[in-house]
Nanobody, 114 residues
């Protein structure tokens, strides 16, 4: 079993920055894929960024160039650095991990508003 706990969400002004963190615990040795997803009100959950093994991260077109995903295996952390945020980035952000099974965090709210 793997447990994921997100933190770092909150209210941020348009154009600002925010850093989300995801702390992993449990049997993380088998984890190959880590990712951030988000779900805005009335919309389906969508992929924001993903790292598979040691491959180059991939990003949704809407966040490419503004968001950066990183993984620290030693600290068992996955982070999402968000810059130049826009109101349309408002959503609940979820941490995701996949190895032998798939795991989700509980989500953290990000609100972009002036």
């Amino acid at each position: 079993q793997v447990q994921l706990v997100e933190s770092g969400g909150g209210l941020v002004q348009p154009g600002g920055s925010l850093r989300l963190s995801c702390a992993a615990s449990g049997s993380i040795e088998s984890i190959l894929i880590v990712a951030w997803y988000r779900q805005a009100p009335g919309k389906e959950r969508e992929l924001v960024a993903r790292i598979t093994g040691r491959s180059t991260p991939i990003y949704a077109g809407s966040v490419k160039g503004r968001f950066t995903i990183s993984r620290d295996n030693g600290k068992k952390m996955v982070s999402l650095q968000m810059s130049s945020v826009k109101p349309e980035d408002t959503a609940v952000y979820y941490c995701y991990a996949h190895g032998k099974s798939s795991y989700w965090g509980q989500g953290t709210q990000v609100t972009v508003s002036s």
